[in-house]
């Protein structure tokens, strides 16, 4: 590797991505309620690998298009995942993951730090809406479950949302987007996670601080926000 590369990170980081980059078949679509769809993924190169709750994978659309999702279990045996897809109607994922029928295929890169759920201190509020239920889902493959974890979503379609939910088996309290009773959730917690869009995290953060509600830890972690493309969730 040359002088140049290695003096820039991003560039030794999307050369590492590419060759690590694998082929996988899209294995199962089931449609859990309108506008989610529960997908998997399986690739030989998947088989015998490790994985942490609450990484995230990144779908490569056209080479260089990359969007990130969360895997809400993993079967090292098959070398399969799965994750819910929040179909919104106008990125290239979205539409793709509405026009899936199985057997598709499509290059993913290696699972990366998104959030590790496995070293979160609990009792702990996980808040997060649409895009974060799969993050949530994962919590059941970490030691603890969801033991002190309370999951708190904000959702355009309340209705839908419960369905969902229902379908994974995961409890939450399900609230209109940018309801007020998610500050009074998070009293008695220990650490905060905030996923989703980045205008409720913002405001959310804002409103906890001012409520002084004693809390050791507050995580970010902005999966979307209105107008902008493919968010990674990695903070350069
Ligand atoms: C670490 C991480 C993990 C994630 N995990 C998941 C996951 O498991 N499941 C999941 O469904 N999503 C997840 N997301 C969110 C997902 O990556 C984004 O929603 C992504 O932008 C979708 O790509 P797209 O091509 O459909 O839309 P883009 O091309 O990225 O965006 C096109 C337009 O759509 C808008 N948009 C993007 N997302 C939404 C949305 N959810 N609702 C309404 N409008 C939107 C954008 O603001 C933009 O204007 C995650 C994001 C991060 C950063």
Known sequence: MNAFVVNRPELVEATLNKLLTAEHEVTSVVDLAPGFRLLAFSAPALRNRRWTPGHMVQLTFGGWEHRAYTPLSFDALRGEFTFLARLHGQGIASQWFATLKGGERISIGPTRAGLNL??????????????????AAAFRFTDGGFDGVTCVFEADDVEAMKQVLAALNLEALVVERGAAEVVQACR?????????????????????????????????????????????GVHK
């Open 118 to 135: 496995t070293a979160m201190q609990r009792p702990l509020v996980f808040f997060g809406d649409e895009t974060s239920v799969s993050t």
């Open 188 to 232: 008695g917690a220990r650490d905060l996670v905030l996923t989703g869009r980045s205008q409720s995290i913002q405001r959310l953060y804002k409103e906890v601080k001012a409520a002084h509600l004693g809390l050791r830890k507050i995580t970010t972690i902005a999966y979307w926000s209105p107008g902008k493309k493919g968010m990674s």
